[in-house]
């Protein structure tokens, strides 16, 4: 009924720098805090960055000052410009939403499937 669809994956050298996106689409009536999470090999996934729907942001420490988060509200979308890309920002980078559907009072949480980042050095 909802789905998380995300883009802008991909290979590229140390310093370098990618767009994510991720869109939502379906019954939406309305969409709380969006983030993306990563999951490296071998690693737990882990929180990178989130924004509410007033736009209140947060980061891990591993990305502030790097990466930034952004959402077009009207397009249910949400972004994430990652620049300086290290090595070890190497993971499946995954969207996720708190979002409210049909005539439901109800969040439900929902995750995308996976864009991969290969960062070389």
């Known amino acids: 009924q909802v789905q998380l669809v995300e883009s802008g994956g991909g290979l590229v050298q140390a310093g370098g720098s990618l767009r994510l996106s991720c869109a939502a689409s379906?019954?939406?009536?309305?969409?709380?805090?969006m983030g993306w999470y990563r999951q490296g090999p071998g690693l737990q996934r882990e929180l990178v960055a989130s924004?509410?729907?007033?736009?209140?942001?947060n980061y891990a420490d591993s990305v502030k000052g790097r990466f930034a988060i952004s959402r077009n509200n009207a397009e249910n979308t949400v972004y994430l410009q990652m620049n300086s890309l290290k090595p070890e920002d190497t993971a499946v980078y995954l969207c996720?939403?708190?979002?409210?559907?049909?005539?439901?009072?109800?969040?439900?949480?929902?995750w995308g499937q996976g864009t991969q980042v290969t960062v070389s050095s």
């Open positions: 996720n939403a708190d979002i409210r559907t049909g005539v439901s009072l109800f969040l439900r949480n929902y």
């Open positions: 924004i509410t729907s007033s736009g209140w942001t």
């Open positions: 379906g019954s939406i009536s309305s969409i709380n805090t």
